[in-house]
């Protein structure tokens, strides 16, 4: 069974940082780019892409708002990847989503998304 659980979540105040993990179980993780995906609370939008990774790391990408302040970083040892989130903002906050996915364009994201993780909550306060 692919298992994706995030972790790290939490409140913390603007400006401040979080480190928020994915890992993984029961797919060959090298295989698989990984994404972060976001959605408000009561937001009934898709999720919006936050960033991805290329199967070894060779390509992420990133949302506009979020460059500059998010680093995605992977490692396939430990089958995780991390979003490294500095100088928070409050409209930063969302449940946080780690997906699996075939590929990662440095365009516009990942695609063709097979696994879901159940999301951690980030809260921004101002």
């Known amino acids: 069974e692919v298992q994706l659980v995030e972790s790290g979540g939490g409140l913390v105040q603007a400006g401040g940082s979080l480190r928020v993990s994915c890992a993984t179980s029961g797919l060959s993780f090298d295989e698989y780019a990984i994404g972060w995906f976001r959605q408000a609370p009561g937001d009934e939008r898709e999720r919006e892409v936050v960033s991805c990774i290329g199967k070894q790391g060779e390509r992420t990408y990133y949302e506009d708002a979020v460059k500059g302040r998010f680093t995605i970083s992977r490692d396939n040892a430990k089958n995780t990847v991390y979003l490294q989130m500095n100088n928070l903002k409050p409209d930063d906050t969302s449940v946080y989503y780690c997906?699996?996915?075939?590929?990662?364009?440095?365009?516009?994201?990942?695609?063709?998304?097979?696994?879901w993780g159940q999301g951690t909550q980030v809260t921004v306060s101002a």
């Open positions: 997906a699996a996915g075939v590929y990662c364009s440095s365009g516009y994201g990942l695609t063709t998304i097979s696994a």
